[in-house]
């Protein structure tokens, strides 16, 4: 069962503009991460977020945590025409049989 | 460019069919994954070796069967699937065993057609 619901589940956005996205899970988390997926590829991890952290960076990429209302955003600054890809969040549960289980996911388009 | 590799790229397979996906990483990670993910939808995970012995099976029918044959390579063998198995087939792995919130990295995937 999927652990996350992402908002938007589908952005158009204009090249140069910033790009965000958000996710809400509903156990205790160890971490969260954001993976990006091209159309058809494997996902490629972006960045990975523990539950003491509340933001990190990552070039353009910002992460928020709010542990207390389970949510995340994903800001893309500057987007770019490459920054095109389905982005999922994905967390490890806090407790017993860990395994990483990915949100819905949201479709980001970037219009050159 | 990712370091998990899967082959073939391609299947398409009649439902009589045996057929095996195939993976293989070389970074020296104990944990490797099979996720299953239609279009549109989110990854699905399917199971998990963890220092080569299975630790997860998320429950999926007989018709799909997991071989972990050594640290490196995990394979998926199908025999008698249905063509609502059509799918991308994603193959991971991370570097501790399944359970320490690491990062898992992803092959390309193998995108299956059943006929």
């Known amino acids: 069962s999927q652990q996350g619901e992402e908002d938007p589940q589908a952005l158009s956005i204009q090249e140069g503009e910033n790009a965000t996205m958000n996710c809400s899970y509903k156990?205790?988390?160890?971490?969260l991460q954001w993976y990006r997926q091209n159309s058809g590829r494997g996902l490629v991890h972006l960045i990975l977020?523990?539950?003491?952290?509340r933001e990190k960076h990552s070039g353009r990429l910002r992460v928020t945590l709010d542990t207390s209302k389970k949510s995340s955003s994903l800001l893309i600054t500057a987007s770019r025409a490459a920054d095109t890809a389905s982005y999922f969040c994905a967390t490890y549960p806090n407790f017993g049989n860990e395994k990483l289980t990915f949100g819905t996911g949201t479709r980001l388009t970037i219009i050159p | 460019d990712t370091e998990v590799t899967q082959t073939p790229k391609h299947l398409v397979m009649g439902m009589t069919n045996k057929k095996s996906l195939k993976c293989e990483q070389h970074m020296g990670h104990r944990a490797m994954y099979w996720y299953k993910q239609k279009a549109k939808k989110p990854p699905e995970l399917m199971f998990v070796y963890s220092y080569e012995k299975l630790s997860i099976n998320e429950s999926v029918p007989s018709r799909f069967s997991p071989e972990c044959p050594n640290s490196s390579l995990l394979n998926l063998h199908l025999h008698a699937l249905q063509p609502e198995d059509s799918a991308l087939y994603l193959c991971?792995?991370?570097?501790?065993?399944?359970?320490?919130?690491?990062?898992?990295?992803f092959g390309e995937g193998s995108w299956l057609t059943v006929v």
């Open positions: 156990t205790s988390i160890n971490n």
């Open positions: 991971a792995s991370s570097r501790q065993g399944q359970g320490y919130g690491n990062t898992i990295y």
């Open positions: 977020i523990r539950s003491n952290e």
